[in-house]
């Protein structure tokens, strides 16, 4: 059996290279010419998979959705342009004019405003609950609800739900669970075995290979039939949200050393945790790999032993905060995660800054929370430049 690692490097080309180049091609090309009209018919009508127009269907796209495949076991996976394009044509997928949208409070700023703002002026309900709470999910899902939709590990709230016994009501009640596993490489846990049906990944994050890209995957496990269908002869066709060539080469390239940088940067991300606790200054440390985090059982079972390259620290006060980050030298003042360089961002005046004081409060984004994503530098390195910025 062929373990991820090397299915990650060697996945076939659907066509072999007229130059047997070992990467594949970039096609850099809008249209592609046909034998004969029926030929051109077919590749239109989807009755074969030769390309017709890059908008919809790429050689060097289609390679990279299938080492994603081959990876996941995925029945089909859609590359598009970046991690809200994948969340926005999904939920357009399943959802309609009168359905609502079961999910949480604790969600990523754009995320929540697309679920809570743009699909309601659509007529699609956005039903807010404790995904964490078995019961009141079961009382909120009625005969139009869609989905359940949530985040694996929530961003900044770090928060993990039971994806087994959310799959088990979403599956009674036959609607899909649709999971946002950004925060933990599909290359370190099945998502299916956990009853995900349909997967979203920004591979912006840890697959673009530090920062070098904007993508996102949309993996469909083949339990809802029709789905995959409509988002490659809908959505695509309507939408264009399509990934570029370029984007799927870097992301490809990315994908083959992902394991070896993922391990660093976890590896990194467990060791500052521990550390960060014995500074005075920082009151608290949030990361799912500490052993009295509430949720480290849970994620051990789901996720396993890693937990991801992202920390929060919480301060005494924004102004703490500011000045932390303003102090950082080695650290980067920037937003993304998993870029190979760590970064550090104040997520309640940037990323939820358009919020109300209000929205923050009932979203549990505080103004003592710092987040960092973190990198491959030496982590006493890191170490360092934190403790230099909290004097």
Same mark, same amino acid.
């Given at each position: ?208 290979? *530090?920062? /070098? ?5 949309? @993996? =469909?496990?083949? !339990? ?6 409509? $988002? ?71 996720? *396993?032993? /890693? ?5 929060? @620290? =919480?301060?005494? !006060? ?6 932390? $980050? ?66």
């Amino acid at each position: 059996m062929i373990r991820k690692q090397t299915k990650a490097i060697h996945t076939q080309f659907q066509s072999r290279d007229a130059y047997n180049s070992l990467s594949m091609p970039v096609y850099h090309t809008a249209a592609y010419e046909f034998d004969n009209a029926k030929e051109m018919s077919d590749a239109f009508c989807g009755r074969t998979n030769m390309p017709d127009y890059s908008r919809v269907t790429n050689p060097t796209v289609i390679f990279f959705e299938n080492k994603v495949k081959s990876l996941t076991g995925a029945t089909d996976v859609i590359a598009v342009n970046s991690g809200m394009a994948a969340i926005s044509n999904t939920l357009l997928s399943v959802a309609a004019a009168g359905k609502n949208i079961v999910t949480s409070k604790h969600l990523f700023g754009n995320t929540y405003s697309l679920i809570t703002e743009t699909l309601k002026r659509f007529g699609v309900e956005p039903k807010l609950c404790d995904l964490t709470d078995t019961n009141q999910v079961r009382e909120t899902i009625d005969d139009n609800t869609c989905c359940i939709y949530l985040e694996i590990i929530t961003n900044p709230q770090m928060e993990v739900a039971d994806l087994q016994a959310l799959a088990q009501i979403s599956h009674e009640k036959q609607i899909p669970l649709i999971a946002d596993t950004t925060l933990i490489p599909f290359t370190e846990f099945n998502s299916h075995d956990l009853g995900v049906d349909i997967e979203i990944v920004s591979s912006t994050k840890y697959l673009s290979g *530090g920062a /070098t890209s904007i993508g996102g995957l949309i @993996i =469909d496990y083949g !339990s809802f039939t029709d789905f995959s269908k409509r $988002i490659r002869s809908e959505m695509l066709l309507n939408l264009g949200a399509y990934m570029t060539p370029h984007v799927a080469y870097m992301q490809t390239i990315g994908l083959e050393t992902l394991d070896a940088r993922y391990r660093i940067q976890a590896a990194n991300a467990a060791t500052l945790a521990q550390e960060l606790r014995s500074i005075p200054a920082i009151k608290r440390v949030n990361y799912i790999g500490l052993e009295d985090n509430p949720y480290y059982m849970l994620s051990q079972k789901q996720f *396993g032993p /890693t937990a991801g390259a992202m920390i929060t @620290i =919480d301060l005494e !006060s924004r102004k703490a905060c500011f000045n932390f $980050i303003n102090r950082l030298k080695l650290i980067r003042r920037a937003t993304n995660l998993f870029d190979n360089k760590t970064l550090a961002i104040h997520p309640a005046s940037t990323i939820f800054g358009p919020f109300t004081d209000e929205e923050r409060k009932n979203m549990d984004v505080l103004d003592t929370t710092i987040r960092l994503s973190i990198g491959l530098e030496d982590v006493y390195d890191l170490l360092d430049d934190i403790k230099q910025a909290l004097k």
